[in-house]
C-alpha cells in the first residue's frame, strides 16, 4: 500500500475533476499533478531520497500539500511542524528528526537563521521558503520548482511498512515526541475513515484547522482515496467558514470545540447555510453537551465526534447514535478493540472508570528513535492512553477526563471536564476550562477560565458563586473564575491547560 499512487491514479482519470480549493486557487487533478511532480523533481536535484526527512513549517497553503503528496510519491519522509515554533523548540524536533531539507514560510526567516548553526544535516541549498520576497542565504520555492519538469520522477520501491511521515506530538514544545507513521497506516486511514463518515468521490471535504496537525489526516487521507474536492482555509474565521460552506456545498468537515463555538456565535450563522453538511465532526478536545444540543437543532442529522490519539486508538460517536449517546465518544471503529483497565493491568466491567487502552490498524509501530517511551505507551500489543473512562452495558466509551488533566484534591480525583459542563450552562459563558492550582490545604483546587459572550456578561464573583450551587460535590467548588478574551491555544486549535496554569494569576478579572 503506497499512498503516493493515489494522486497519479486520479490524475488519469479524472484529471479534469476539482481537486484543490485554496483562497483563490482552484487546482483540477491534472494541475495538481503537474506541481507535485515539478516539487519532487526538485527535491531529487536538492540530494533527497528514500527514506530522507523533509520538513515542513508551513501555514495552510497550497504548498504545503504539493509537499505532503511529493514527498508520499518519493518515498521521503515528511515531518510536519508547527509555524509557531521558535528557537530551542524548531532547533530541537529539526534535530530529532533528522531532516536533511526543509520547505518553511518566509515569515520563519529570522528563526531559522538561529538555528541553523545547529543543524548540520541540512546543507545550505536545502532551505526552501514559501512565499514573500527574496532573503538572503535561502532558495525561493517557487523559483526553485518553476526550473522543473511536471513529468513523473522515476518510480520508487515503496512497502506499506516504509515510514510516510513523523508527527510531533509536543507542539510548541522543544520535547521531542515523534509519532511515526507508515504508508500502510495511513492508506487505514483512507478506508477506515471512508466508511466511517459516509464519504464519497461526490464529497466535499473542507478543512478549517492546522494542516499540520495530526487530525487533519482523518478527511484528508479519504479525500485523497476516493478524489473528492478538498477545500483548504488559509485561516480559520468563523464568518467565512459558513459563506464558504454555502459557496461551495461542503459536505464533511471536522472542527476543534472551539472553532465550533465560534461558529455558533458569528453573525451568518444559520441552518440554511449549512444544510449542504452531512459530517461536522467534533475531535481534539471536550465537546461539551450544552454547544452539542445547540448545534442539534441546526443539524440534526450531521454530528459526529471523535476520540482518538495520533498514537493509533480511535473511536467515534456517529451520527445515528449521536442524540441517544450524547454523553459517550462513540465505540471503537471496525478492526479496532477497547478495554478499560484498572491500575493493576485487570479488565474493569461496564460502568467502572479505569485507564482506556486499544489497538487497531492505525498503531504507530513506535516514537522515533524513542524504544523506551514505545515500551511504555504500547504493551502487549496494546495502547496505554493515560486517558481515564468507563464503557456503558452498549461498549460506548464515556470520557471522564484526560488523566494528565485531573486534579487531586484532598486526595480525590477531580475531573475538569465535569465541572465545565456546568459552567458551560451559564447564557453569559462563551467557553471553559478548568485547571488544578497547588494549594496548601489541599494539594490542588480547581480555577475555571472563561470567555464570555460580551465583555461584562456577568462578574467573576457571580459565576464562581453561580458554578459552586450547582456542581454535585463539594470537592468540585472551584476556588477561582479568571475572566480572559482568549486561551492560549496550540496550531490545532486545542486549549492549553497547562499554559494556563503557568501563567496562573497575571490575568486581570478575577475571584
Given at each position: 500500500m503506497?499512498?503516493g499512487?493515489l494522486?497519479?491514479w486520479h ?5 479534469d475533476?476539482?481537486a ?8 483540477n487533478?491534472s ?5 507535485v511532480?515539478r516539487?519532487?523533481n526538485a527535491?531529487i ?10 520538513a ?13 503528496r511529493?514527498?508520499?510519491l518519493l518515498g521521503?519522509?515528511?515531518?510536519p511542524?508547527s509555524?509557531l515554533l521558535r528557537g ?7 534535530r530529532d528528526s533528522?531532516?536533511?531539507a ?8 529570522d528563526?531559522?537563521?538561529?538555528a541553523r548553526?545547529?543543524l548540520?544535516l ?5 532551505y526552501?521558503?514559501?512565499?514573500g520576497?527574496d ?5 525561493s520555492?517557487?523559483?526553485v520548482?518553476?526550473?522543473?519538469s511536471d513529468?513523473?520522477p ?13 508527527v510531533?506530538s ?5 520535547s521531542p515526541k515523534g ?15 471512508v466508511?466511517?463518515f459516509?464519504?464519497?468521490p461526490?464529497s466535499?471535504?473542507?478543512?478549517a ?9 482523518v ?6 482515496y ?7 482555509q488559509q ?5 467565512d467558514?459558513i459563506?464558504?460552506?454555502a ?7 471536522m472542527?476543534v470545540?472551539?472553532q465550533?463555538?465560534?461558529?455558533m456565535?458569528?453573525p451568518n450563522?444559520s ?6 453538511l452531512q459530517m461536522l465532526c467534533s475531535v ?6 450544552e454547544h ?6 441546526v443539524?440534526p442529522?450531521s454530528?459526529?465526534?471523535l476520540y482518538?490519539l495520533?498514537?493509533?486508538f480511535?473511536?467515534i460517536?456517529?451520527?445515528r447514535d449521536?442524540r ?11 478492526f479496532?478493540?477497547m ?14 472508570v479505569?485507564?482506556i487502552i ?5 498503531l ?5 528513535k524513542?524504544?523506551d517511551l514505545?515500551?511504555q505507551?504500547?504493551?502487549?500489543g ?7 473512562g ?6 460506548f466509551?464515556h470520557?471522564?477526563d484526560?488523566k ?8 480525590v480525583?477531580v475531573f475538569?471536564?465535569?465541572i465545565?459542563e456546568?459552567?458551560?450552562q451559564?447564557?453569559s459563558v462563551r467557553?471553559?476550562a478548568?485547571?488544578g492550582v497547588?494549594d496548601?490545604?489541599?494539594g490542588e ?6 470567555i464570555?459572550?460580551?465583555p461584562g456578561a456577568i ?5 464562581k458563586?453561580?458554578t459552586?450551587?450547582?456542581v454535585?460535590a463539594?470537592?468540585?467548588q472551584?476556588?477561582?473564575?479568571i ?6 491555544r496550540?496550531?490545532?486549535?486545542k486549549?492549553l491547560?497547562r499554559?494556563?496554569?503557568?501563567t496562573?494569576?497575571q490575568?486581570?478579572?478575577?475571584t
Open positions: 503506497n499512498v499512487s494522486l497519479p490524475a488519469r482519470f479524472q484529471p475533476h476539482l484543490v480549493v485554496c483562497g483563490d486557487e482552484r487546482i487533478f494541475e495538481l499533478e503537474a506541481r511532480n516539487l519532487a527535491l536535484r536538492l540530494g533527497l531520497r528514500k527514506g530522507d526527512k523533509l515542513i513549517v508551513l501555514p495552510n497553503c497550497v504548498e504545503l500539500l504539493y509537499a505532503y511529493a514527498a508520499a521521503i519522509i515528511s515531518v511542524l509555524p530551542a523548540g524548531l532547533v530541537s524536533l529539526l533528522e531532516s536533511t526543509v520547505i518553511a514560510s518566509y515569515a520563519l526567516a528563526a531559522l537563521d538561529e548553526g545547529e548540520p541540512i546543507p545550505a541549498d536545502n526552501l521558503l514559501v512565499g520576497t532573503v538572503p542565504g535561502y532558495r520555492y517557487a523559483e520548482v518553476s526550473r522543473e513529468l513523473a522515476a518510480p520508487v520501491d515503496i512497502d506499506g511498512s516504509d515510514i510516510y511521515n513523523i510531533y509536543s507542539g510548541t514544545t522543544g509519532i511515526v507513521h507508515t504508508h500502510d497506516i495511513r492508506g487505514a486511514y483512507c478506508t477506515m475513515f466508511g466511517s459516509r464519504i464519497t461526490e466535499v471535504v473542507m478543512h484547522g492546522s494542516l499540520v496537525f495530526n487530525g487533519s489526516f478527511t484528508l487521507m479519504p479525500a485523497w476516493l478524489g473528492c474536492t478538498y477545500i483548504l485561516k480559520f474565521d468563523a464568518v467558514f459563506e464558504t460552506v459557496r461551495e456545498k461542503v459536505t464533511h468537515i472542527m470545540p472551539s465550533i463555538v465560534a461558529v456565535n458569528a450563522f441552518a440554511e447555510k449549512l444544510q449542504s481534539g478536545a471536550p465537546w461539551h453537551r452539542k444540543e445547540r448545534m442539534l437543532e443539524l442529522n454530528l459526529y465526534e482518538g495520533t498514537e493509533g480511535i473511536t460517536l456517529d451520527r449521536f441517544s449517546k450524547m454523553e459517550s465518544v462513540g465505540c471503537p471503529i471496525p479496532s478493540e478495554r478499560i483497565v484498572s491500575d493493576d493491568g485487570k479488565d474493569l466491567p461496564p460502568g467502572e479505569g485507564e486499544g489497538r487497531s490498524p492505525m504507530m509501530p513506535g516514537y522515533y524513542r524504544p514505545t515500551s505507551a504500547i504493551i502487549d496494546w495502547l496505554h492512553t493515560g486517558d481515564v468507563f464503557a456503558d452495558a452498549d461498549g466509551l470520557l471522564v484526560r494528565k488533566d485531573m486534579i487531586i484534591s484532598g486526595g480525583n475538569p471536564k465535569d465545565e456546568i459552567i458551560v451559564h447564557p467557553e471553559v478548568v485547571y497547588p496548601e490545604k489541599w483546587c480547581p480555577v475555571a477560565a472563561v464570555l459572550v460580551r462578574a467573576a464573583h457571580e459565576l458563586a453561580w459552586n450551587a450547582r454535585a463539594r470537592y468540585q472551584i476556588h477561582e473564575v475572566i480572559t478574551d482568549d486561551f492560549p496550540s496550531t490545532a486549535g486549549t491547560k499554559v494556563l496554569r503557568d496562573h494569576g490575568t486581570a478579572t478575577t
